[in-house]
């Protein structure tokens, strides 16, 4: 729920959610996540829960490889400000024997100042152009 409150969850209460027996997902209500929240939020939900089970993975013997990998997790347009705090949480995986990896197309100046104050250093890898592209033929 923390983290929840942290990213800037609004559609609904933190504290109106549990995690199903069942699946293991967010519910709110008896009902998935996905079926009543926005957008943003259920980005931020989505958020919560990877980093959840990573750092779970810190406190008790999981089946957790300690490697989270995200690619574009600003999607639907999620605030700036709740993306920030997700990476700076993140950078906390250094200190743990953790790795978390993300992909984004951020602005690499609006990057820089959200990470500005993380716990942790940031490695910030820029690749210009295409980074997959179709192999020339021989």
């Known amino acids: 729920m923390e983290q929840l409150r942290a990213y800037g969850l609004s559609s609904i209460s ?36 990877m980093v959840g089970l990573l750092e779970t993975g810190r406190r008790f013997n999981v089946m957790h490889p300690g490697l989270l990998m995200l690619d574009e997790p600003r999607q639907q347009s999620a605030a700036k400000e709740s993306f920030g705090t997700l990476l700076r949480r993140l950078s906390n ?30 490695t910030v890898l820029d690749f210009s152009g295409k980074i997959i592209q179709p192999l020339g033929r021989p």
């Open 93 to 122: 995986t250094a200190a743990t024997g953790q790795q978390a990896v993300v992909a984004t197309s951020e602005d690499l100046n609006s990057l820089a100042a959200l990470i500005a104050t993380a716990p942790y250093a940031i």
């Open 14 to 49: 933190p504290d109106s959610l549990s995690i199903s027996p069942e699946s293991y997902k967010p519910i709110h209500a008896g009902f998935d996540i996905e079926f009543n929240n926005s957008a943003s939020d259920l980005i931020r939900t989505i958020w919560a829960y």
